[in-house]
């Protein structure tokens, strides 16, 4: 596609309940990234897959979230037990490869803006 | 650990020039990013800067890098409504080239 797309774009739900956000990378894009911005604050990284496989999953928060890729395109990433904290806006980025500079730029997507109640 | 600091708010006239200010502490780092981020979108990629640079010129942007003190600048010249947004700086460290850190963001108000 033309960028990389999020959906749905705004979620709610209720605490404790499950959640998936799916992200589709630019068409030929190895690498993949999930990045959380709450409120006030810059993106924080969460995730980032070299093709099908995690290759740093060192930001997320805790074991209630997790991410796939598993044909190395699209990525969801899900959410169980949502608490309060959770709400923020979740972005994907996506880029050629994974190295700094022009060639590796991460693009991101609007984002999903998640709010539990 | 990387740290990104930035001013939160900038107002400035319409047709001045816009300075927009960053430090980060990471020493090893290989790139800096400039993004923007309009209400209810994603970011966008302005410039980036390597290292080994002292400043980038794309168009009305500049970028100015101080290495020793760990200090980078984005200007914009003849500043436009449509450059009212938030300012991310971004950079990523030589182990993880990968990850990218983010500063707070600083709000430009740009102003008839």
């Known amino acids: 596609g033309a960028g990389v797309s999020q959906t749905p774009s705004n979620k709610v739900t209720e605490k404790g309940k499950y959640v998936e956000l799916r992200c589709d990378p630019i068409s030929g894009h190895t690498a993949l990234y999930w990045y959380r911005q709450s409120l006030g604050q810059g993106p924080e990284f969460l995730i980032y897959?070299?093709?099908?496989?995690?290759?740093?999953d060192s930001g997320l928060p805790n074991d209630r979230f997790f991410a796939v890729r598993p044909e190395g395109s699209v990525s969801t990433l899900k959410i169980q037990r949502t608490e309060r904290g959770d709400s923020a806006v979740y972005l994907c980025a996506s880029s050629l490869g994974t190295s700094g500079g022009p060639d590796y730029t991460q693009y991101f997507g609007p984002g999903t803006r998640l709010t539990v109640l | 650990g990387e740290d990104v600091e930035q001013s939160l708010f900038l107002s400035v006239r319409e047709g001045d020039s816009s300075v927009i200010n960053c430090t980060y502490t990471?020493?090893?780092?290989?790139?800096l990013y400039w993004y923007k981020q309009e209400p209810g979108a994603g970011l966008q990629l302005l410039t980036y800067i390597f290292s080994n640079m002292d400043m980038k010129q794309d168009q009305r942007l500049t970028v100015l890098l101080n290495k020793k003190d760990k200090h980078l600048s984005l200007r914009i010249a003849d500043t436009q409504t449509g450059d009212s947004a938030i300012y991310f700086c971004?950079?990523?460290?030589?182990?993880?080239?990968?990850?990218?850190?983010f500063g707070a963001g600083t709000t430009v108000t740009v102003r008839a």
């Open positions: 897959f070299q093709g099908t496989g995690a290759a740093d």
């Open positions: 990471d020493s090893s780092s290989t790139y």
């Open positions: 971004a950079e990523t460290g030589r182990s993880n080239d990968y990850k990218l850190s």
